[in-house]
């Protein structure tokens, strides 16, 4: 039974997979031709370096949508996390990250128990949680978190420097070893099946002894701690941190994710596909900067591509 | 009144004891109170309690529309472009104008989500981001104006209040009230409550969720219009038109609107919204940081929704 189920969730995502290569594969060597550079490999190096924190903001999201949920609070736990990592890094950096993973944490357990528990809309659960870290953090900048807003040298050497060799840097390195797990977590533990199975039929895991609380709980602190890892990560990336570090990210982490091939509603999708449309969107902007348009043109431009992919991506689904 | 109608107007009745005891609280700071300090509120609320309603109407019939402020923001950048310099006549003409092309974007809108399957979150997030653009592409900066005839007919010439309490009522009146009695909208409620059986029973389903979406940017569009009116110019930034959702969705919600659809009217948005408004300018009237207005409002939607739901649960109607 449950080999059957993993068969046909499989087959019915591999085939999208390999559409979603074939657009990336064309988007790149249009970027190609247009900027003969971005053929190259170093251009390649930065192209993966600039998916990797949108590859983990992706991941935390995709596991949201798995259950059928979203976490639109997820650009302030990043910004939060590496906000907190810069003002305590002289305690030392692993207090720091103590701390910021411990905030994550929390924020992570109040969605998740707000939303098992009391059956809070997610939505709603998420984006009034945005709004109250948005104030808490401008008031937090004032007051109890005063200080340094670099992130630590060490942080900024794993968020860019190269590793070994040119197009492998230290953040594609984290992003393949978290990313790995995260897959790992994903298809082959109980904790997986359990947030496909809620995803599919809530009421259906329920009677089954689920206890779906519980799944959605670890589902939405597994997100937050993976927005926190690519907050950090953007953090190191930018060099100084703001309020409205991650901000830009929220929208293209739901987009990564719909691209992707999984569906807003629960059950259906995968993280394979996930890092296909990280890496579609991160071309994407490299594609829209090389034609130099102004910034008007290019968000038309990247709200046409992700609504036809996510259009083109039903079809396919749809006659499969 | 029956107990059943004041049972179903509990919400309302609620919402409006908390915009009371806000409102004399807020009145209570105030040195004097008068013409003034009402066109104030009046015009603080306008352009999102229009937001609201059209949220509200769109959540109703069971959808949601993230871009519903980028519509706002986009007909806000086309008025203050073309208006500026018109004359009263010209200006009104465009007004119609701009209302069609607000209709318009949300009967798109509808019509993509119907007819592509995808949901509607998704497709209402890339439209945002393609309203937003094309608002930033018919104004680069913020500027533009209005004829100040028209801008007086909104907002009102400085001590005269009527103007933006028409403008708050009027579309209750001329578009909520006839929609509410109309095969529209008891179609609205049906979708909201159970697609598949509205469906069965004979409701055009895809063609009703497009009227919505398409009344939802009309009332975005009204919105837009106001807010050039009230700020006299442009403001063609992504971060306005995802504030101006999260509150219209807040709004809508704080107002009785249940998210699962099917739930609701558009007197209670226009009520929630007055509540927000309350909040940050009590808060900045104790001399408080306004960065905790948005503690305040982000924990009181959530409050209101969790006690909301844990309340249909306990009478039973879900």
Known sequence: MMNSIRNYATAKVSKSIWTLFGILIA??????????????????????????????????????????GIDLSLAMIAAGAAFIVSVKSSDGLLIALFWAFLYCFVIGSINGLAIGLFGMNPLIMTLGMNAVLIGVFAVGVTTFLKGSSTVPDILVTASTAIFLFDPISWPVIIWAVIGG???????????????????????????????????????????????GMGGIMLGGQSGAVAISLANSFLLPSVAAVVIGGTSIMGGIGSYTGTIMGTLILTVLSYLLA??????????????????????????????? | MNLIQVKRQSWNFGIIALVIILGFWRISQLPEFGSYEVRTFALGILPIALLSMGQALIIIGGGINLALGAEAVLINCL???????????????????????????GAITGWIISKSGIADIVVTLATSFLLVGIAMFIMPEPGG?????????????????????????????????????SRLGI?????????????????????TRVKLYAIGGLFAAISGIVTTGVTLSSSPFANISNTATLNSVAGAVLGGVSLAGGVGGLVG??????????????????????????????????????????????????
Do not use: H
């Not at chain 1, 599919?200 to 799944?215: E, I, M, S």
């Open chain 1, 181 to 227: 797990l995260f897959l790992f977590m994903l298809t082959r533990t109980g904790l997986g099946r359990l947030i496909y199975a809620i995803g599919d039929n809530a009421q259906a895991a329920r009677l089954a002894g689920v206890k779906v609380w519980q799944v959605q709980w670890a589902t939405y602190v597994i997100c937050a701690i993976l927005g």
């Open chain 2, 269 to 318: 948005p226009v009520l929630a919204s007055l509540v927000l408004f309350f909040i940050p300018t009590i808060l900045l009237g104790f001399g408080i940081d306004p960065s905790y207005s948005q503690i305040v409002t982000g924990a009181l939607t959530i409050f209101v929704v969790l006690l909301g739901g844990i309340l249909r649960r306990r009478t039973g109607k879900r």
């Open chain 2, 79 to 105: 008025s203050a472009n073309y208006m500026e310099g018109t004359d009263l006549k010209t200006s009104i003409l465009l007004v119609f104008v701009f209302l069609l092309v607000g209709t318009g974007v």
């Open chain 1, 290 to 320: 090389t034609i130099n348009s102004s910034e008007a043109v290019k968000q038309m431009i990247y709200g046409a591509i992700v609504l036809a992919l996510a259009w083109t991506y039903a079809k396919i689904s749809e006659n499969s």
């Open chain 1, 27 to 68: 988007l790149f060597l249009v970027t190609s031709l247009i900027d003969p550079y971005f053929f190259s490999i170093p251009s390649i190096g930065t192209t993966l370096l600039l998916a990797a924190p949108l590859g983990l903001l992706a991941a935390g999201q995709t596991i949201c949508m798995l259950t059928g």
């Open chain 2, 145 to 181: 104006g209005i004829n100040q005839s028209l801008a007086d007919l909104i907002a009102g010439k400085d001590p005269n209040f009527i103007p933006p309490l028409v403008w708050l009522i009027l579309p209750i009146l001329l578009i909520w009230i006839p929609l509410y009695r």
């Open chain 2, 187 to 207: 179609a609205m409620y049906a979708i909201g409550s159970n697609k598949d059986a509205a469906f069965l029973s004979g409701v055009n389903v895809s063609l």
